[in-house]
């Protein structure tokens, strides 16, 4: 799992940090977008 690149996503009032995670899996790299408070959670 590696952390490839982040964002601020904007929603009315609201601004949603999210990052674009790298996955190691059986069938090669897989790239997903996450909220990062999400992601902090899961994987301190």
Do not use: A, C, H
Request: hydrophobic share 30%.
């Amino acid at each position: 799992v590696e952390v490839m690149d982040r964002e601020v996503k904007r929603l009315k009032q609201s601004r949603i940090p999210i990052i674009k995670v790298r996955w190691n899996s059986s069938r090669g790299p897989e790239f997903t977008w996450e909220r990062e408070d999400q992601f902090r959670k899961k994987y301190p």
